[in-house]
């Protein structure tokens, strides 16, 4: 298992610049006052392709060799992952392949198309997604590109990080939703090296525990299909993962349904931004441990804007 | 009538750095794409109280000699004019007061009393309406500010042209959207005297076009309570904002609701940001009027951001 290292993620920050944007840091008035925090929005809601998985699909797709590309990549996601690879294989000229399930939201599907992406479907099981994807793998020589269980990726992910740092200077903790682990490792991987104080926070939604329960026990806890509104935040912990978090995250913590859908319409409310649920759970998570972060910089990850707007989960 | 000018405009701007913000200036690939023009959105949607209408409304409050200004301000409006009064009040400490329909939504009154204002209700008729403002002037002495007639109004909200000159340079074209005329008034006033080339389009909704018509005309039509999902836009010109109109717009373009709408929620969609129908009217006629706008450089003001986040228009 290779380790990314800072150098990774400078290097990734060179070679992925023209292809996603510097996104600006916000402040709110509204949002120090009812926290007694210094809070810095990093607006990953307004990256290509609509989230900070840009990052690190450019990493991967650009870092390839001219031989392998050209037989293109491929993953397996639904989400934005999947949308944000096939974002940087577009703009590289090469074959995506995202193997989704039949029975996932059409707009996803379309989605990956606009982008130029090749939607091959599975049946809506593990089973049928492992086979189905091996197969394309086998067909066409994709690199598998993992939505966060991948160096390159994590490395990618990293720059996020380094470029708020860069903008705002010193902070006396970060925060950022936690999934499979793929912001918060690079976020350790970039803060362990730049700001080696600063505490790093992971946010997760009570209904999907399963990092939590795994920094407490001490190894990867993986659950079955756990059911939250932040459908981000869904996937188990991986070992490249794991290794940041047990590493170098200070506490998970954790906020019901109520509190992220609260903390997400407060974002829209007052902030006029459009986030995706799985962004508003660092800020849920503020606002109930108010005295861990009362009179300190704080910087939030915003990790995505990609949302049903027909759809909002407080109507 | 007073002509406010240029030296007005930079005076205004002085007075009022301390309480607005310097709103950002974005940019969009897929609108570019999608127009065939480079489009600049001045986004006071991210303005204090969340609409340009804090820039006017500060100038008119922080304008004011001491004995006069502890007498207070007041207005009636139940829109964002009555909002930022409130706020540019609350920021002076002085009174302000809003007469509102007994009828409006009680979150817009609840919105006034947040920012301290004081809330006196009339009936939902012009004569009501003025027969208690009438009434509360007279006993408080306090200052009339009027939402969009009123030299310090204009002038204030001239400022946001020029802040957007100064961060993005030349422009072909600059658009707004046309009730009272207050942001279109300003927007003149500044590109008249700072980029005297450069095109002034009025955008406004089919179901709301007196301004329209009023420029075909040549004289002030004022129509009696239209009816649009732009609820910025229903008041009509008044005969300082009529100077500017009938002097410097090159055209009024319409949209229709149906537009309107569309053009909102691909706003949403695409740029991750939170606007107010009204504001969504210059983007849909820009994208209905493709010739006028492609290969140019068009500074596009988004002009709020308050809406009822439970009850969206394409829901």
Same mark, same amino acid.
């Given at each position: ?110 989605? &990956?198309?606009? =982008?130029?992406?090749?939607? !091959?479907?599975?049946?809506?099981? #593990?089973? @049928?997604? %492992?086979? $189905? ?11 598998? &590109?993992?939505? =966060?269980?991948?160096?390159? !990726?994590?490395?990618?992910?990293? #720059?996020? @990080?380094? %470029?708020? $740092? ?150």
């Amino acid at each position: 298992m290779y380790i990314p290292t800072f150098d990774d993620v400078a290097q990734a920050h060179e070679r992925i610049k023209p292809y996603i944007h510097r996104t600006p840091v916000l402040t709110s008035r509204y949002f120090d006052d009812l926290t007694g925090a210094q809070l810095f929005f990093k607006c990953e809601n307004f990256q290509k392709a609509g989230a900070f998985k840009a990052r690190g699909a450019s990493n991967a797709v650009f870092g390839l060799a001219d031989a392998l590309a050209a037989k293109g990549v491929a993953t397996h996601s639904s989400g934005n992952h999947g949308l944000s690879l096939s974002y940087a294989g577009g703009r590289r000229g090469i074959p995506v392949t995202v193997v989704m399930p039949r029975t996932a939201p059409e707009a996803k599907k379309a989605a &990956v198309r606009g =982008y130029g992406g090749r939607v !091959v479907e599975c049946e809506p099981s #593990t089973t @049928s997604r %492992e086979a $189905v994807f091996a197969e394309v793998v086998a067909e066409s020589g994709a690199d598998f &590109v993992h939505p =966060y269980n991948d160096a390159r !990726v994590i490395a990618g992910q990293a #720059t996020c @990080s380094k %470029e708020m $740092v860069e903008d705002i200077g010193d902070l006396d903790a970060v925060i950022a939703p936690i999934g499979g682990g793929g912001m918060i490792s690079g976020s350790c991987l970039t803060l362990s090296e730049i700001l080696p104080k600063t505490k790093i926070y992971a946010a997760e939604p009570l209904n999907a525990d399963d990092a939590c329960r795994s920094f407490k026990a001490g190894h990867i806890i993986a659950d079955d299909a756990p059911e939250t509104v932040a459908d981000g935040l869904k996937v188990p912990l991986k070992e490249l993962t794991w290794h940041f978090v047990s590493n170098h995250v200070t506490d998970v913590l954790l906020a019901t349904e109520d509190e992220i859908i609260e903390a997400m319409y407060l974002t829209w409310q007052r902030m006029k931004i459009v986030i995706e649920p799985s962004s508003a759970v660092p800020l849920a998570t503020i606002l109930k441990n108010r005295k861990l972060f009362e009179g300190k910089r704080v910087g939030v990850i915003l990790t995505g804007g990609n949302v049903d707007l027909k759809k909002l989960p407080w109507m």
